[in-house]
Nanobody, 124 residues
Framework: QVQLQESGGGSVQAGGSLKLSCAAS????????MAWFRQAPGKEREGVATIHVRDGHTYVVDSVKGRFTISRDNVKNTLYLQMNSLKPEDTAMYYC?????????????????WGQGTQVTVSS
């Protein structure tokens, strides 16, 4: 099982940017895709973006499309989420996750390994 560790969260004003990182302990042969999820207080965890670690295909949800970019460095085994034009509604705990499924998915139950999360707070 791959271990994941997020970093890069913090507090920014609306319109600002943050770049999240997620370091994976194992090489990419143990999983096919990785994703970022977020969970705001009192809300369900929601998928934000996902990437296939072998072919590089990505998918981001409409609420962050054009503002967030998911990428991955396969040499460093690190997943990234570049977040621009942040809004107060982006405030949440952000988690990275790994899936052994060969298809792109943002269904939480499809992911078998999760990081501890990194907090992102956007003030207006």
């Amino acid at each position: 099982q791959v271990q994941l560790q997020e970093s890069g969260g913090g507090s920014v004003q609306a319109g600002g940017s943050l770049k999240l990182s997620c370091a994976a302990s194992a090489n990419r042969h143990n999983y096919f895709s990785m994703a970022w999820f977020r969970q705001a207080p009192g809300k369900e965890r929601e998928g934000v973006a996902t990437i296939h670690v072998r072919d590089g295909h990505t998918y981001v949800v409409d609420s962050v499309k054009g503002r967030f970019t998911i990428s991955r460095d396969n040499v460093k085994n690190t997943l990234y989420l570049q977040m621009n034009s942040l809004k107060p509604e982006d405030t949440a705990m952000y988690y990275c996750a790994a899936s052994a499924r060969p298809d792109l998915t943002l269904i939480a139950s499809h992911f078998y390994s999760w990081g501890q999360g990194t907090q992102v707070t956007v003030s207006s």
